[in-house]
């Protein structure tokens, strides 16, 4: 059987960069369901516009009747769950959006995949694969001296969108117990890199810098992140469906822990190369220091052994050729972030400066 592929939230960031992948590899016949809310953007996939391999819906993952009618139809070989609402400030605003995707839209996924595949042949059980795409907020918020995460350390979630989040892995393990449910589960760290949306810290700091805007920094700008690059990630969720234990979860990490003064600083430091002040001063000097958001978690860290152990992968871009990549794309798409930035999302015109998020998933 050919492979199909069924990609929730592959209009976003990180689901994008996997879609656009899996088309220009030719690895399988893939269907995009995406909401498109303010995260979601169609144009990210405009590249698929003509490729007969790709089919685009713009639907709700807690849409019971859809999701039924999607498998049914198409008769996916794998889902990849990307789907979800992410932005940690929004999820202390608005915490019920978040239960809504994360919890019942996982549910509504889950439960609908075990219903499809119950009354399929053996060869699709066999084959079938439901990778369940999570966070290393989960796990809540390491000391300076503590190990990195592992897949045994336990859930200690400590904002609604990493409650969410934990819940909706919850479900996954659930699923797989109980019912047979071919689910795989990875927890990433923070990922960055083209098409991710303007919110989040890297594109946040590009932008403001080039538009002469002031710069905000969390805190004392010592929150430790373990950031890894787009690509590295679809690498490896790409890995792990092919190789992956069902009903196991699997940690990936970009072994590149940096402050989040050191990203800033490294990011200005390329665009005092690649885009210099027209006053010759250095963007450095735009950094303001803005109050730190409640439950802000300060150390994250991933150790993704058992994935090279087991599988074989590894990052292949370090952090430094990764964020030139990224800067520079994010000022070659200048026509992309503004078209975002000009949209109104339920009200709310978003700026560069509206919310200054970490980079998480």
Sequence with gaps: MSKRWLVTGGAGFIGSNF??????????????????????????????????????????????????????SFKPTAIFHFAAESHVDRSIDHPGIFLKTNVEGTFVLLDEARKYLSGKGEHLRDDFRFIHVSTDEVFGSLGPGDPPFTEKTPYAPNSPYAASKAASDHLARAYFHTYGLPVITTNCSNNFGPWQFPEKLIPTVVLAAIEGKEIPLYGDGLNIRDWLFVGDHVRAIRRIHEAGSIGETYNIGGNSERTNRSVIDTILSILDTERPRRDGRSYSEQIRLVADRPGHD??????????????????????????????????????????????TYAGERLGVLSSLEKGEK
Aim: charged share 30%; proline share 2%.
């Design 19 to 72: 879609v656009l992948e899996a088309r220009k590899k030719n690895l399988a016949k893939v269907m995009t369901l995406d909401l498109l809310t303010y995260a979601g953007n169609r144009s990210n996939l405009s590249a698929l516009d003509q490729d007969l391999d790709h089919e685009f819906v713009q639907g709700d993952i807690a849409d019971p009747s859809l999701i039924r009618t999607l498998l049914e």
């Design 298 to 343: 300060r150390r994250y860290a991933m150790d993704a052994s058992r994935l090279k152990r087991e599988l074989s992968w590894a990052p292949e871009c370090s952090f430094e050729s990764a964020i030139g990549e990224t800067v520079r794309w994010y000022l070659a798409n200048e026509g992309w972030w503004k078209d975002i930035r000009s949209r």
